[in-house]
């Protein structure tokens, strides 16, 4: 299990195998991507012929106390989490800040969904819960 997640890690479900980059498993079915950025991981994509969707929609989980470890992690399976919800196969953390309201530490952890499809109109809700459902069945 990776030790670090940082701004910039990109987790997948089930993806990263198939555009030539390695991933180290995190949690359930999420990898955390090893490539050098998110614009690295893009070219692999699409030079595939996929694509690979940026959501604007900004997912966070916040916790009391500093940022550790284990702490963000917790925090992050609960983003990943609600991004299974919305059947987006993708995640790349954007923020993880430490703040203080009234002495008290507390931790932000931010995330963008991301996903890959083939199509170049992002799908619907319910195509991506048919292709996940799909994608489960197959891999047994």
Same mark, same amino acid.
């Given at each position: 299990?990776?030790?670090?997640?940082?701004?910039?890690?990109?987790?997948?479900?089930?993806?990263?195998?198939?555009?030539?980059?390695?991933?180290?498993?995190?949690?359930?079915?999420?990898?955390?991507?090893?490539?050098?950025?998110?614009?690295?991981?893009?070219?692999?994509?699409?030079?595939?012929?996929?694509?690979?969707?940026?959501?604007?929609?900004?997912?966070?989980?916040?916790?009391?106390?500093?940022?550790?470890?284990?702490?963000?992690?917790?925090?992050?399976?609960?983003?990943?989490?609600?991004? =299974?919800?919305?059947?987006?196969?993708?995640?790349?953390?954007? %923020?993880?800040? &430490?703040? @203080?309201? /009234?002495?008290?530490?507390?931790?932000?952890?931010?995330?963008? =969904?991301?996903?890959?499809?083939?199509?170049?109109?992002?799908? %619907?809700?319910? &195509?991506? @819960?048919? /292709?996940?459902?799909?994608?489960?069945?197959?891999?047994?």
């Amino acid at each position: 299990m990776p030790q670090n997640v940082e701004v910039g890690t990109i987790l997948m479900s089930g993806w990263p195998q198939l555009f030539g980059c390695e991933g180290e498993s995190y949690s359930g079915n999420w990898s955390v991507v090893k490539v050098l950025d998110a614009f690295v991981l893009d070219r692999k994509i699409r030079d595939a012929g996929w694509n690979f969707f940026f959501i604007a929609s900004e997912v966070k989980s916040t916790f009391i106390g500093a940022p550790g470890t284990e702490k963000i992690k917790n925090a992050l399976k609960s983003i990943l989490e609600k991004v =299974s919800e919305r059947h987006f196969n993708g995640l790349q953390v954007t %923020g993880i800040v &430490a703040k @203080r309201f /009234l002495g008290l530490p507390y931790t932000v952890v931010s995330a963008h =969904s991301r996903h890959v499809q083939q199509d170049c109109n992002l799908e %619907g809700v319910e &195509a991506r @819960r048919s /292709l996940r459902r799909d994608a489960a069945w197959a891999a047994g």
